[in-house]
């Protein structure tokens, strides 16, 4: 029984499309002198019967070259022509009136032709199963495990049985371990979709089972509602595994999302919440330090691109430790040219602030211009890999892994040095720090530099995965409050915890409620929060009175 | 006696201000419709809808003062309550248009058959008639502030604290406000409105009346601020500012005055919004954004805080240069604005209006004193130093 699926097919198609076209691009730098020894055969395309031209075809793919490939692609796409002066055959495409000739075999350029100057060269639909089975087994059993291991994914998502036995081929050829599982699974894709035996069925649908992925459940799907018996049963039970695997999956993807997104916010939020925990001030131009940041990598790769490109893949360590000096140093500047004037004055220092972040919005773009600005991704950030059934992009790892070490490091130089002695002291009782000989004012400045430098190397990497623009601040700042407010003050933990509930709660509720109203849900979440711990998560704890 | 508490309300300065303010409210209308046009008094229309729309600014300012000045209670997210003021004002204007839209229909508003709905939500309901839309006026927010305010203040939520999550109340609205789902318009918000109260809003009378009607709001709205402020329980309120806890001690429920308070500005930030819509012509999400609110709070501290007649001066001013700015240097705005935040926290913490007062007040004790020492014995005394 042989049942297709057309969108399967027509993916199949695309890959070897994708593929010829691989081949073609490739051509001329193989082109040699071997190739010429399929041109009569390539020639002898455009003479003959049907039958005449299927023989050539198994003709030309029986010569093993990859070269052939395109012309196939091309004959069974209808643009293979041949040329009336001469009988030669060329790959054509329309351009402008005429069409534009390209050598099948090296992918020369052959100049243009009038169209009643060549002939198409016709092919039916028994023809073109015939080139998509021989295009199959071409680059199943090509050299490059790569181009094997896609032709075996493609084939697995497509379930063409007609390629069944040049896959037994290939498999037996097989020396590629990863590319043998995968030949195996699409084998058994092949199969179910061929005449074979119940009991090879079943071998099969196990074998798919065990791939467990999306493409392995719409294939049993399919195989469900096209049998009856055994195999049907047998499929159910597939897929009812797979489903309850996948849901697994599913959960672990949002896990996975929400710690990412987590990050980022702790990312965002740990520099507010250290000055917010020492000083009580809220410092409502904590996201332009962030912006600033990104911007500063901005400029780093500018200066890179101009002068330096191969240090390209290092822009983001030059860029790290001058993103800290360069927010840090604004954020000492703006503790002791206006928040110092503000102390006791809460809410005057969220205005002041408010006005600041205003004016730095206002500067970047007139220095850099109100729209998005692009900051590359160096190689070693861009791209994914694959965990079970979870794929991971580098970028947002990175960005996990660096929030963990900005974490960690921040609680390095708070447990650790002597500086971080004297913030801790401060944080919990200021007078008492002063009156021990803390010179109070100092660890005012250099908390706020801190926050605030936190906040710049924040924006290095929030510049790999948003718009650097004026407004990229803006994005985060409720966010990050509510980050803090909901971890509690004067405790990174606090932070940590609270930015990662919000990140993974926030992912969760995006399929339910879509991602705005999961956004508005976790702000009221929070609202209800802090009524009942008015103090957050994780409140300081000792006899502190209401400011 | 409700007259001779308004008199003993309306002392010298108070009153001068609401005359004045009731000489512009009269005064203005008459020279748009009165005056013709091209004599040196005539006052544009655009003129009276701006002015119509910074005196709905004022009410906005003021009832942020009320709350800010008087209670110690910073809101960030007062424009969410002049928001759903404007939007159940938008409601009726929508509920007006009747079949004049674009899609004619008759009871759906335009958008609403674009996204193919087939019958009205439930609450838009009673928006067809004014009675109905004008209290939700007051009611919605209110009942917003009421709910928000009940849970804020019995948890003792305050300070930075409270400000923040005011700022998240009007955050998520604004999130919320921008889905098409909700029934509000979405991104595009309530807009191309005809008539209120039967009279087309693009009229010149009907623009001079709007314009009236907010003076005379503004006017009423601060009588009242003025009457609370200056009764038992405003003196409350300052104690709760100024010392919360220790009112609490006293015996005071805290909670109860604050959240009486709350509701009420909330209310007329309400009303601001309601008579904003029909002279802008427009309510969108935008006014949800929390850059708005924290924008009142500096129109009050420019004028100054706890002073009524601070936040009117203020709103105007501060909206009059940005309207100037905006047109002339747009983009010196956010820089002038950004200073003015940062130059009025630390230079004029008590804003213009608090600043002469004070100013005012130790001129007249020096004086005052200086005639006391001169009257007990002839030898002038030196001016104690400022």
Known sequence: ?547 | MMTSYLFRTLDAKAGVFVALLLAVTLLVPVLNLAVPEGSFFHVPTYAVTLMGKYLTYALLALSVDLVWGYCGILSLGHGAFFALGGYAMGMYLMRQIGTRGVYGDPVLPDFMVFLNWKELPWYWYGFDMAWFAFLMVLVVPGVLAFVFGWFAFRSRVTGVYLSIITQALTYALLLAFFRNDMGFGGNNGLTDFKDILGFNVQEDTTRAGLFVASGLAVIVCFLICRFVTRSKLGKVLVAVRDAESRTRFLGYRVEHYKLFVWVLSAMMAGIAGALYVPQVGIINPGEFAPANSIEVVIWVAVGGRGTLVGAVLGAVLVNFSKTWFTAALPDVWLFALGALFVVVTLFLPKGIIGTIGERYTALRDRRASARREAGVDAEPQPQPAE
Request: charge should be neutral; include cysteine.
């Open chain 1, 1 to 547: 029984m042989i049942f297709r699926k057309p969108v399967a097919m027509s993916f199949l198609k695309t890959f070897l499309a994708l593929f010829c076209l691989l081949t073609v691009a490739m051509g001329p730098v193989r082109a040699d002198d071997s190739h010429e020894a399929l041109r009569p055969l390539v020639n002898e395309l455009a003479s003959g019967k049907y039958d005449d031209t299927e023989r050539q075809i198994q003709a030309l793919v029986a010569s093993g070259d990859p070269v052939v490939a395109s012309t196939l692609q091309a004959l069974r796409a209808g643009d293979l022509y041949v040329r009336k002066a001469d009988g030669l055959v060329f790959i054509a495409r329309k351009a402008g009136k005429g069409f534009a000739l390209t050598d099948p075999l090296t992918g020369a350029d052959a100049g243009e032709v009038a169209k009643r100057d060549i002939d198409k060269i016709k092919v039916n639909n028994k023809l073109r199963r015939v080139i998509d089975a021989s295009l199959g087994s071409l680059t199943l059993l090509s050299s490059d495990p790569t181009v094997r291991l896609a032709a075996a994914q493609a084939v697995f998502k497509a379930g063409d049985p007609e390629v069944l036995d040049v896959l037994e081929t290939a498999l037996a050829k097989e020396t590629d371990d990863d590319v043998r599982v995968v030949m195996e699974q699409a084998r058994a894709a092949a199969l179910l979709n061929s005449d074979r035996g119940d009991a090879e069925k079943l071998d099969a649908i196990e074998t798919i089972a065990s791939a467990g992925n999306r493409d392995a459940l719409s294939l049993l799907i399919g195989l469900r509602s096209a049998t009856q018996g055994p195999v049907s049963e047998a499929a159910d039970t597939a897929i009812r595994r797979i489903e309850k695997s996948l849901a697994l999956w599913d959960n672990a993807q949002n896990v996975w999302y929400g710690l990412s997104l987590g990050s980022v916010l702790l990312l965002a939020a740990i520099g507010l919440a250290i000055t917010f925990g020492v000083m009580g001030v809220i410092n409502m131009a904590h996201g332009e330090m962030v912006m600033i940041g990104a911007y500063v990598t901005f400029v780093v790769q500018e200066i890179i691109r101009g002068s330096a490109p191969w240090l390209f893949d290092y822009s983001l360590f030059i860029a790290l430790p001058l993103a800290f000096l360069v927010s840090g140093a604004i954020g000492v500047g703006v503790e002791r040219f206006i928040i110092r004037f503000l102390y006791g004055r809460p809410l005057e220092t969220l205005l002041a602030t408010w006005g600041l972040s205003l004016i730095l919005q206002q500067a970047v773009r007139s220095l850099f211009g109100p729209t998005n600005r692009e900051v590359g991704n160096p190689a070693w950030m861009s791209g994914a890999f694959d965990l079970g059934q979870l794929t991971i992009t580098y970028n947002r790892m990175w960005i996990v892994v660096f929030a963990m070490l900005v974490f960690a490091g921040l609680m390095l130089v708070l447990k650790r040095t002597s500086f971080g002695l004297f913030t801790r002291a401060v944080t919990q009782n200021r007078r008492m720090a002063a009156s021990m000989g803390i010179r109070t004012p100092w660890i005012d400045a250099l908390t706020f530099g801190l926050g605030s430098g936190i906040a710049g190397i924040a924006g290095v990497a929030l510049s790999q995965i948003d718009n650097v623009s004026p407004n990229l601040g803006q994005g985060y700042i409720i966010d990050s409050f509510m980050v803090v407010v909901f971890g509690g003050v004067g405790n990174l933990w606090g932070t940590l915890v609270g930015a990662m509930t919000l990140g993974v709660v926030n992912k969760f509720l995006e399929p339910y409620a879509g991602a705005v109203l999961g956004k508005i849900l976790v702000l009221v979440f929070i609202i209800l929060f802090i009524q009942k711990r008015p103090r957050g998560l994780f409140a300081l704890k000792g006899r502190a009175v209401e400011a």
